[in-house]
């Protein structure tokens, strides 16, 4: 069944004050609940939402609307202050570190800060006391000073950022708070970190990168995924030419969450799932996006300048639902409009194509797709394989373990790095932290972030509007022009 015969409630900004989430809150008398309410009424003071009320509404008017919204927005407002386009960290001997958000990400993230020298944590924050309390006694078991603990209610974070001793602030929260928190780091002159996507409108992300450029303080998307082995291994090997003039690429985030989605002890409350209530599009492109981008050379040479997206019917989410929750279940009053397969073509301004699937809501293995072709060959991930002239003519991919001269310095001195996700948590924290202390300029930066992101709200008006191309912002005014190092650095003398 198409759009027309099925429509689709329209996406809501924050979620009805008497709708699903507070539903589900009133089963559960615990701490969570109480966060999870006021933390949907905390958003509706910080203007939380998925799009400006004005987009979302003039997109289901049709493609001309979205068109005229995208570009509104599109449109480079006046300069607060300069780029931050290559601007160095000042240089510390020790960086110290505030953390906000303490669950599954937060967590598992507090040891590898800890696991590095000169690096303290200066204090944690989550309204969860026990989940604040629990990092707390890691930062003791690592020998540093107790940290302080901010756990009074969801707005603590602000009382982190004002601390006199912290240079970075780490912010691992749900979606929605990730604009408030960075926002509030810079205000505070912090330079911030934050998990995926940034921001959820395309206003905020104008907002961070004004902001970014007004404090001089970096705002990153800590974009793990960038350091992969093969990511790393596959941009080098762009950069020195292998695959001849890049042509296109591909990266995704297909991953069934269907179970822990619906899990009640998984995320802290249904944030998560409740994002598959308002928004249509590629709620997740950052993992993908970031080393597609980078081969590209996205904002040092070339720039994405529109997104096309279409996405299937929502299907996925209620179909787990009907197997697996018993009929008075309060789940059953949330409506899932995001389309289960989002497919968005990116066009750069060098004639490149991306394309990036977003998928969190069928079966399907594991896969960030990561492709990457030029006029000399082409890489796929998942599994690794290439195929590069001279030395593939056969029509046969060729194994990739084969160009391991080409690794990164990271991946070369840190074979087997300590932490998740094959070890590019660890690499991502150990260079960010080596940027700051030896005041380099970071590998990424808020254009980067902003980037990255804006397939979230753009992608849900194209594909409310079947797929119409919408321009992306130019977030760094022209600086894009100019060709400048990025994640492929050179190895610095300590
Ligand atoms: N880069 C990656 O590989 C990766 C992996 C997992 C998650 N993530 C990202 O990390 C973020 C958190 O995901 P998660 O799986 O840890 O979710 P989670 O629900 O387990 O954790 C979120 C934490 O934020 C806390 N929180 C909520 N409101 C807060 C407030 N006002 N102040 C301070 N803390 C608050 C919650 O209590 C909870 O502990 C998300 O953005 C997610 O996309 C990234």
Request: net charge negative; hydrophobic share 35%.
């Given at each position: ?6 429509p689709a409630p329209?996406?809501?900004d924050i ?7 507070d539903?589900?809150n ?6 969570r ?5 006021t ?5 509706a ?6 799009l400006?009320a ?17 570009e509104?927005v ?5 300069w607060?202050g300069?780029t ?9 001997s020790?960086?110290r ?8 990400r ?6 590898l800060?800890?696991?590095l020298?000169?690096v ?6 989550d309204?969860?006391?026990?989940k ?15 940290p ?7 707005h603590?974070y ?41 921001a959820?409108r395309l ?7 004004d902001?970014?450029?007004?404090t ?6 800590l ?20 695959f001849g003039e ?12 269907r179970?822990?989605?619906f ?8 944030w998560?799932?409740l ?5 249509r ?7 993908g ?14 720039r994405?300048?529109?997104?096309s997206s ?6 996925g989410?209620?179909?787990?639902r009907e ?5 008075d ?5 949330e409506?899932y ?7 968005s ?6 004639g490149?194509?991306?394309r990036?699937?977003?998928?969190v ?8 797709i990561n ?16 195929y590069l ?13 084969k160009?391991a001269?080409w690794?990164?310095?990271l ?14 948590d660890y ?5 960010l ?5 030896l ?5 990424f930066?808020?254009y980067?972030?902003?980037v ?26 022209g600086?894009?022009?100019k060709a ?11």
């Amino acid at each position: 069944m198409n759009d027309d015969a099925r429509p689709a409630p329209e996406p809501q900004d924050i979620p009805p004050r008497s709708g699903a989430a507070d539903e589900v809150n009133r089963q559960d008398p615990s701490r969570r609940s109480v966060l999870w309410t006021t933390a949907g009424v905390a958003g509706a003071g910080l203007g939380l939402g998925a799009l400006g009320a004005g987009t979302a509404s003039a997109a289901g008017r049709g493609a001309p609307d979205a068109v005229a919204a995208a570009e509104a927005v599109a449109a480079a407002p006046p300069w607060q202050g300069r780029t931050m386009a290559g601007v160095p960290f000042e240089r510390r001997s020790t960086v110290r570190v505030g953390i906000i958000g303490l669950g599954n990400r937060g967590a598992s993230m507090i040891g590898l800060f800890l696991a590095l020298p000169g690096v303290q944590v200066k204090a944690v924050c989550d309204p969860v006391r026990d989940k604040a309390e629990k990092a707390a006694k890691k930062v003791t078991a690592a020998g540093q000073p107790a940290p302080a603990i901010y756990a009074k209610d969801e707005h603590d974070y602000e009382n982190l950022c004002k601390r006199g001793d912290i240079d970075f602030v780490y912010v691992a929260t749900p979606w929605e708070l990730h604009f408030p928190m960075a926002k509030t780091a810079m205000l505070n002159g912090k330079h911030v970190g934050v998990e995926c996507p940034i921001a959820m409108r395309l206003e905020e992300l104008w907002q961070l990168v004004d902001l970014s450029e007004r404090t001089r303080r970096h705002c990153m998307q800590l974009e793990n995924c960038c350091y992969g082995k093969n990511e790393m291994r596959v941009l080098r090997m762009a950069h020195a030419g292998l695959f001849g003039e890049l042509q296109h690429g591909a990266g995704a985030y297909n991953h069934d969450l269907r179970e822990l989605m619906f899990d009640p002890d998984y995320y802290e409350g249904p944030w998560r799932r409740l994002w598959h209530t308002r928004l249509r599009g590629d709620l997740y492109p950052n993992h993908g996006f970031g080393p597609v981008a980078n081969y590209m050379d996205v904002n040092r040479g070339d720039r994405v300048v529109s997104i096309s997206s279409v996405g299937t019917t929502a299907l996925g989410l209620a179909a787990y639902r009907e197997e697996h929750m018993e009929p008075d279940d309060p789940r059953w009053k949330e409506s899932y409009i995001g389309a289960d397969r989002t497919i968005s073509l990116v066009q750069t301004a060098k004639g490149r194509v991306i394309r990036l699937e977003h998928d969190v809501s069928s079966p399907h293995p594991y896969s960030r797709i990561n492709s990457l072709g030029g006029t000399r060959g082409v890489f796929e991930d998942y599994p690794a394989r290439i195929y590069l002239e001279p030395t593939n003519t056969n029509h046969q991919w060729d194994d990739f373990t084969k160009y391991a001269e080409w690794d990164h310095w990271l991946w070369k001195e840190h074979a087997n790095p300590p932490g998740g996700h094959g070890g590019m948590d660890y690499i991502m924290v150990f260079r960010l932290m080596q940027c700051m202390r030896l005041g380099l300029v970071p590998d990424f930066d808020v254009y980067d972030a902003a980037v990255w992101t804006a397939p979230v709200p753009l992608s849900h008006l194209s594909v409310k509007a079947r797929g119409v191309p919408l321009p992306i912002p130019d977030f760094t005014r022209g600086e894009w022009r100019k060709a400048r190092s990025g994640m492929d650095s050179e190895k610095p003398a300590e």
